[in-house]
C-alpha cells in the first residue's frame, strides 16, 4: 500500500512549480513598477508579505500536522484491517473479549467514517463555492476595466495579490482532492470488509463452538480415564491382596505339614526306642523264666524219686497247678518291696483318679481323651495363631490407609470424583468388613471358652497326678503357662503308665471289670526302619490271622462294642490247665519274638494274658486259704 504522502507530494510540488513559474513571470512587473512606488506603499505591501509569508508558514505547518495525523490513523486501520484478515483465517483463538473489542473499532471507525463523510461533504461544498467564485473572477478578468490600468500601481500589485491567494487556492484544492481520493479508497475497502463481516462473524462463532464442543469432549475424556484409573489401581490392589493371601496360606499348609512331619517323626522315634527296651524286658523276662522252670523241673525230678506213688501223684497235681501260678508269678515279677508296692498302689489310685475324673472306663479310653485334649489344645493354638496374624494383616492394613490419608492430606491432593458405582462398592466393602468383624468377635470369644475349658481339664488332671513325683509341681494353669502344664502332666502320664506295666515292680492290683473297646478305636502300625512295604504287609497279615486265631481259642478277654459278657467267666477254676498255660506263653512269646512295632491289637492280647494269669494266681490263693 502506497504511502499517503506520495500521492499528496505530487499536486504540492506541481503546485510550487506553478508559484514559481508565476512568481517568475510577474517578477519583472513588480521591478517595473516599484520604482515609482512611494515608500509608505512598500512597507505596507512589505508587511503584507510578511503576513502572506506567515500565513503561509502556519498552513504548511498545519497542513504537515494533518498528514501525519493522516498518516497514523491510516497505519493504524492497516495494522486493524491485517489483524481482521487473520482472524477471517482463523489463524489465531478468538475470545469474547477479541470479538467484544472488534465491535468498538467498528463502531468507533463508522463514527469516523461519518465525520470524515460529513467533512468532505463540506470540503465539496467549499470546493463549489471556490470554483463559482474563480470562474466569476475569471469572468471579471477576461471583461475590460473601467478604468485604465497602465501607470495604475495599486491595481498591479492588487492583482498580484489575487494570483498570489490563486495560487494558494488550487494548491490547497488538490491536496484536498488528493486526501479526498485516499480516503474513498478507504471508504470503498471498509464497505468490502463490512459486506463480508456477517459471514465472518459466523465462521468465527460456528469455530468457537465447535472449541467448545471440544473442550467438552476432552473434560469428558478426562473424567472417564480418572475413573478407569482408580478403578484398575483398585483392581490391581486386590489382586495383590488375594495373592498375598494365598502365597500366606500356601506358607501356613506347608508350615502345618512340616510341623505334622516332624511331629511324626519324633512319635516314630520315640516309639521305635520304646519298643527296642520293651525287646530288651521281654528277652530278660523270658529267660529269667526259663531259668526258673529249669530249676522248678529239677526239684520236681528230686522229689519223685524220694516219695511214694500215691505221694508223688498228689505232689503232682500240686505242682502242676503251682506251675502255672509260678510261671505266672514269675513273669508278673511277683517279689518286690513293700516301698515298690505302696508306689504301685498311689499310682493305681491316681489311675483311679484319672479315669473318674475323665469317665473313662479304660486305659485306652483314658489316652485318647487325652489325646483329644492336646490335639484341641493344637487347634486352639493354631486358631489363636490365625487370629492374631489376621489382626496384624488389619492392623497394618489400617495404618497404611492412616499413612495414605496423611500423606494425600499433606501433598493437598483433592478428593477423587466420587460416582454411584464406587459408593455402592465402598458401602459393600465395609458391609463385608462388618460382617467379618463379628464372625471373627464371635470366633474370639468361642476360643477363649475353649481355653476356659481347657486350661481347667489341665488343672484336674494336674490335681490327679499331683501325688505322683510331687517334687515336680505343676501351678495354676494360666493362657500364658498352659502349654507347659500340659507338658508335665503328659509327661508325668506317660511315666505312671510305663511304671505300671514295668518288670521292676510289683503287678497292678485291678478288679474285674469289663471292658468295651468301640469298633473305630483302632491303631495303624507304622513299619520299622529298613522294612519292604511288601513284608510290612505280610508280616501285618501273619499278625492279624494270628490275633484271629486266639480271639476263637477265648483268649482275649477285650470284648467289641455292644457286647456284654461277665470276664469272671473266662477265668474259671475249671478251664485252667497246663495246655492253655503253654498255649498262652507260646502265643505271648510268638509276639514277643516278632521284630516289628507292637500294634494295639497285640498290646492288648499281651494285656488279656496278663489278666489271666492275675486271675489264676488269685483262684489259686483262694484256694490254698
Known amino acids: 500500500m502506497r504511502r499517503p504522502q506520495s500521492v499528496m507530494d505530487g499536486p504540492r510540488s506541481e503546485a510550487k512549480n506553478k508559484r514559481q513559474k508565476k512568481r517568475g513571470d510577474s517578477a519583472g512587473v513588480r521591478r517595473a513598477v516599484f520604482s515609482d512606488v512611494p515608500k509608505d506603499e512598500v512597507e505596507s505591501y512589505t508587511e503584507r508579505l510578511r503576513e502572506l509569508a506567515t500565513q503561509q508558514a502556519r498552513l504548511e505547518r498545519e497542513f504537515q500536522q494533518r498528514s501525519t495525523a493522516n498518516r497514523r490513523a491510516i497505519r493504524k486501520m492497516h495494522d486493524e484491517n491485517t489483524h481482521l484478515r487473520t482472524i477471517r483465517a482463523g489463524t489465531s483463538d478468538v475470545t469474547a473479549v477479541e ?61 498580484q495579490k489575487l494570483e498570489k491567494q490563486l495560487d494558494k487556492m488550487l494548491t490547497e484544492q488538490q491536496c484536498v482532492r488528493s486526501i479526498r481520493s485516499m480516503y474513498e479508497k478507504v471508504l470503498e475497502e471498509l464497505r468490502e470488509e463490512w459486506a463480508g463481516r456477517e459471514s465472518s462473524v459466523a465462521v468465527l462463532e460456528h469455530d468457537i463452538e465447535s472449541r467448545r464442543r471440544e473442550y467438552a469432549k476432552l473434560v469428558l475424556m478426562y473424567k472417564n480415564s480418572t475413573t478407569d484409573h482408580q478403578i484398575a489401581k483398585e483392581t490391581l490392589q486386590k489382586f495383590k491382596d488375594k495373592f498375598e493371601e494365598g502365597r500366606r496360606m500356601k506358607d501356613k499348609a506347608l508350615g502345618d505339614r512340616r510341623l505334622r512331619v516332624e511331629r511324626a517323626l519324633k512319635e516314630t522315634h520315640y516309639l521305635e526306642v520304646q519298643e527296642v527296651k520293651l525287646q530288651n524286658d521281654i528277652e530278660t523276662e523270658h529267660q529269667r523264666i526259663e531259668e526258673a522252670e529249669t530249676l522248678h523241673k529239677e ?111 499433606l501433598c493437598g491432593v483433592g478428593r477423587p470424583p466420587v460416582t454411584s458405582g464406587l459408593r455402592d462398592e465402598v458401602v459393600k466393602c465395609i458391609e463385608e468388613a462388618t460382617v467379618k468383624r463379628e464372625e471373627a468377635v464371635q470366633g474370639t470369644a468361642e476360643l477363649q471358652q475353649l481355653l476356659a475349658e481347657l486350661t481347667r481339664r489341665v488343672d484336674v488332671l494336674a490335681d490327679i497326678v499331683a501325688t505322683y513325683r510331687p517334687e515336680v509341681s ?152
Not at 461519518?114 to 463555492?129: A, G, P, S, V
Not at 468295651?516 to 529298613?530: E, H, K, Q
Not at 490247665?577 to 516278632?594: H, I, P
Request: charged share 35%.
Open 299 to 409: 526239684r520236681i525230678r528230686r522229689r519223685q524219686h524220694s516219695v511214694s506213688a500215691m505221694e508223688r501223684i498228689s505232689m503232682v497235681q500240686q505242682e502242676s497247678q503251682q506251675q502255672g501260678d509260678g510261671s505266672d508269678d514269675r513273669l508278673q515279677t511277683i517279689g518286690g518291696t513293700p516301698e515298690d508296692e505302696e508306689r504301685v498302689r498311689a499310682y493305681e489310685e491316681s489311675l483311679r483318679k484319672m479315669m473318674r475324673a475323665t469317665e473313662s472306663s479304660t486305659i485306652d479310653e483314658l489316652m485318647t481323651k487325652f489325646e483329644l485334649e492336646y490335639a484341641a489344645r493344637l487347634q486352639l493354638q493354631d486358631q489363636v495363631r490365625e487370629e492374631k496374624a489376621k489382626l496384624e494383616r488389619l492392623s497394618a492394613v489400617v495404618r497404611r490407609l492412616r499413612e495414605e490419608t496423611r500423606h494425600a492430606k
Open 474 to 625: 505343676v501351678p495354676l494353669t494360666t493362657v500364658e503357662n498352659y502349654i507347659t502344664n500340659m507338658r508335665i502332666v503328659m509327661k508325668k502320664i506317660f511315666s505312671l503308665a510305663d511304671e505300671a506295666i514295668s518288670r521292676d515292680h510289683a503287678p497292678v492290683k485291678m478288679d474285674s471289670m469289663l471292658v468295651v473297646v468301640p469298633p473305630s478305636n483302632t491303631r495303624i502300625a507304622l513299619p520299622p526302619p529298613g522294612t519292604t512295604g511288601a513284608a510290612w504287609r505280610e508280616s501285618s497279615h501273619a499278625v492279624d490271622n494270628s490275633a484271629a486265631s486266639e480271639q476263637e481259642m477265648g483268649s482275649s478277654v477285650i470284648l467289641p462294642f455292644g457286647e456284654t459278657t461277665d470276664v469272671k467267666a473266662s477265668f474259671s477254676p475249671s478251664t485252667v490247665s497246663d495246655e492253655e498255660v503253654v498255649k498262652d506263653a507260646e502265643g505271648s512269646m510268638t509276639l514277643l519274638d516278632n521284630e516289628d512295632p507292637l500294634t494295639r491289637e497285640q498290646i492288648k492280647r499281651l494285656a488279656t494274658v496278663v489278666l489271666r494269669r492275675e486271675a489264676r494266681r488269685r483262684q489259686l490263693e483262694k484256694r490254698r486259704r
Open 99 to 159: 470479538l467484544e473489542q472488534l465491535e468498538q473499532c467498528k463502531f468507533i471507525e463508522l463514527r469516523r467514517l461519518n465525520r470524515l463523510t460529513h467533512q468532505l461533504e463540506k470540503l465539496e461544498e467549499k470546493f463549489r463555492e471556490n470554483e463559482m467564485a474563480r470562474r466569476l473572477k475569471e469572468e471579471a478578468d477576461k471583461t475590460p476595466p473601467l478604468e485604465a490600468v497602465t501607470g495604475n500601481r495599486s491595481v498591479v500589485l492588487r492583482i
